[in-house]
């Protein structure tokens, strides 16, 4: 890790530098750290350990395991009794953590793609990802790591031999990604869209908007802005410190933009992307692997990125059809009995609504869907789950099940409607739902499976596979 001495880590973190144990062979001022970690089974020789507090576990209790693994110094909020190698006393580890991303960034010389928004983040971080690594070798977040712990560490797994890293920013609160921005420095902003997630904190989706763009206030100088010109909020941004940003959708208004779309259900679908370029544009047919009509704006923000960093139609194309499923995202799995569209990572109104036109797209038995409550809508979280339910009940959809508190508005609106076709049923816990669970689900059923991750309905994925 370029200039991650222990000195330098030690200044940039604002921490004091302890050497009288230092390890033999290590030289405060010269030895690069080989990687920074907060998880004492990830040390490895000549790593960094950032010892951090956590609600369960404390890992000031590790520090002499990871100096016998190897660890070449160790960050910490209070003094090791006795020490067993170099250690820098700081007054947060958390905000070491951060301090030690930012400066680390500043040592690389790579692009970097910042990417936000309400809905879709992770999905087109795999898009962009899959294909910037037909020209690039890329790191990318893993998994949700996107927020300011998830973040820098992400950051500080980026190697010398790494040319591009994607970085998934996620948020809750004001202020949380001008700090993001801080440590990413991202040289591309890709925004996905302005939804109705944390409206608790945001109020509006004014407030959304403004504190998703606070991704701009570190931006490189030379930096892109990659933007859905088919948000409503979104295109109202006409620059970005004096740069246009490149705007991707299904409109034709859009430099990048979509048409000739074919859905294939659950083998995904195909679309004709056009790019233009001056008074030229140039088009070439793609297929998404992954079902829902919704992927087509991951794949157009991809094709954004890969244009924006010189990238060839054909690297394009191929890094959109190999593009693999995340759990918990749209997946799709196929058992003797079921066929399960796993896609209870998140969720709010507007990704709700998307999973309900996905199932209706499946051809596949019973049309199922278990629906959980949606967390973070603030004021106007009732009407939100009712005005989600009176949408699936306007659907073809064979069974619907309302799990949860706030899910009891989406029941009730949805029996509303009237339809005696439908059988739809509502538990107010996951657990009560699980134990009758045998007899909602018949074989042969399509279900899909959609709440907030709080509600855990990982559980019920596994109760349908088992």
């Known amino acids: 890790m370029k200039n991650m001495t222990l000195k330098n880590i030690a200044d940039a973190v604002g921490g004091e530098l302890h050497t009288e144990n230092i390890g033999a062979g290590i030289d405060a001022y010269a030895t690069d750290a080989?990687?920074?970690?907060?998880?004492?089974?990830?040390?490895?020789?000549?790593?960094?350990?950032?010892?951090?507090?956590?609600?369960?576990?404390?890992?000031?209790?590790?520090?002499?395991?990871?100096?016998?693994?190897?660890?070449?110094?160790?960050?910490?909020?209070?003094?090791?009794?006795?020490?067993?190698?170099?250690?820098?006393?700081?007054?947060?580890?958390?905000?070491?953590?951060?301090?030690?991303?930012?400066?680390?960034?500043?040592?690389?010389?790579?692009?970097?793609?910042?990417?936000?928004?309400?809905?879709?983040?992770?999905?087109t971080k795999e898009f962009v990802a899959s294909v910037l690594s037909k020209g690039f070798n890329t790191l990318k977040t893993e998994g949700n790591f996107n927020n300011e712990i998830g973040l820098p560490l992400t950051v500080l797994r980026i190697r010398s031999d790494c040319e591009a890293a994607v970085?998934?920013?996620?948020?809750?609160?004001?202020?949380?990604?001008?700090?993001?921005?801080?440590?990413?420095?991202?040289?591309?902003?890709?925004?996905?869209?302005?939804?109705?997630?944390?409206?608790?904190?945001?109020?509006?989706?004014?407030?959304?908007l403004r504190a998703k763009t606070e991704i701009f206030d570190f931006m490189s100088r030379d930096g892109k802005v990659c933007l859905n010109g088919d948000d409503d909020k979104l295109v109202s941004i006409k620059e970005?410190?004096?740069?246009?940003?490149?705007?991707?959708?299904?409109?034709?208004?859009?430099?990048?933009?979509?048409?000739?779309?074919?859905?294939?259900?659950?083998?995904?679908?195909?679309?004709?992307?056009h790019i233009k370029d001056g008074n030229a544009v140039e088009e070439f047919r793609v297929s998404i692997p992954l079902l829902g009509g919704h992927m087509v704006y991951n794949a157009l923000a991809a094709a954004a990125v890969g244009t924006m960093l010189g990238m060839t139609p054909q690297q394009i194309s191929m890094g959109i059809s190999d593009v693999e499923p995340v759990g918990g995202r749209s997946h799709v799995i196929k058992t003797d009995r079921l066929t399960i569209i796993d896609d209870c990572y998140n969720a709010n109104p507007v990704s709700m609504k998307a999973a309900i036109d996905l199932l209706v797209q499946t051809h596949e038995?019973?049309?199922?869907?278990?629906?959980?409550?949606?967390?973070?809508?603030?004021?106007?979280?009732?009407?939100?789950?009712?005005?989600?339910?009176?949408?699936?009940?306007?659907?073809?959809?064979?069974?619907?099940?309302?799990?949860?508190?706030?899910?009891?508005?989406?029941?009730?609106?949805?029996?509303?409607?009237?339809?005696?076709?439908?059988?739809?049923?509502?538990?107010?816990?996951?657990?009560?739902?699980l134990s009758e669970i045998d007899k909602l689900i018949e074989k042969g059923d399509t279900v899909l499976v959609k709440a907030s991750h709080g509600m855990e309905f990982d559980g019920i994925i596994k109760r349908l596979l088992a």
């Open 34 to 123: 080989l990687g920074v970690v907060i998880d004492s089974r990830k040390v490895e020789s000549g790593y960094v350990f950032i010892a951090t507090r956590g609600e369960r576990v404390d890992g000031h209790s590790f520090i002499d395991s990871v100096f016998l693994k190897g660890a070449v110094g160790v960050i910490c909020e209070r003094a090791p009794e006795n020490p067993k190698g170099a250690y820098i006393l700081v007054k947060d580890s958390f905000q070491a953590l951060k301090d030690a991303a930012e400066f680390y960034r500043r040592q690389l010389d790579i692009k970097v793609i910042g990417i936000t928004g309400s809905v879709g983040k992770t999905s």
């Open 365 to 433: 038995g019973r049309r199922t869907a278990i629906l959980g409550d949606m967390f973070e809508l603030g004021e106007n979280e009732a009407s939100l789950h009712s005005e989600v339910g009176a949408y699936a009940a306007d659907k073809e959809i064979d069974v619907m099940i309302c799990v949860g508190k706030l899910s009891v508005n989406m029941y009730n609106a949805a029996k509303n409607k009237g339809d005696t076709t439908k059988k739809i049923y509502y538990y107010e816990s996951k657990e009560q739902m």
């Open 167 to 208: 970085l998934e920013m996620g948020i809750s609160d004001f202020g949380e990604m001008h700090r993001l921005s801080k440590i990413a420095k991202p040289d591309i902003c890709v925004i996905t869209n302005i939804g109705q997630c944390h409206l608790e904190k945001l109020g509006t989706r004014d407030g959304i």
């Open 240 to 273: 970005v410190n004096g740069t246009v940003p490149v705007f991707f959708g299904m409109g034709k208004d859009n430099d990048i933009y979509a048409d000739n779309y074919v859905n294939k259900g659950l083998d995904g679908s195909e679309m004709t992307i």
